[in-house]
């Protein structure tokens, strides 16, 4: 699925749980390394679920040495507190039906 879609944050996820949660005896390091490969896609879809995965991939993996944690964290951070645009009840809908927002999608 990854070489259909490289930007699937979510196949990137279900990958990563099979070696991190799958398993009889968890493969942390294989987990990571799924998820540090869909991190280094640019373009990444649900990139946020990708950084909360990876930092609970960590944080069960070495529970004593939680700054190995700390980048993910840092750009979950910088993800989640982006500011979206609001969108005025009279603006055309973002959906592209031309019509106004309060006639769509904001009803």
Request: net charge positive.
């Given at each position: ?48 679920e990708v950084l909360e ?55």
């Amino acid at each position: 699925m990854l070489s259909n879609d490289p930007t699937a944050g979510w196949v990137y996820i279900g990958y990563a749980s099979c070696y991190a949660l799958e398993l009889e005896k968890p493969q942390y390091n294989k987990a990571m390394d799924i998820m540090i490969r869909g991190l280094s896609v640019p373009t990444l879809r649900d990139r946020g679920e990708v950084l909360e995965c990876a930092d609970a991939i960590i944080q069960e993996f070495s529970k004593a040495d939680m700054e190995k944690s700390k980048p993910y964290k840092q750009e979950l951070h910088k993800v989640t507190s982006a500011r979206v645009a609001k969108i005025g009840r009279n603006e055309p809908c973002p959906c592209g039906s031309g019509v106004k927002y309060k006639k769509c999608c904001g009803a």
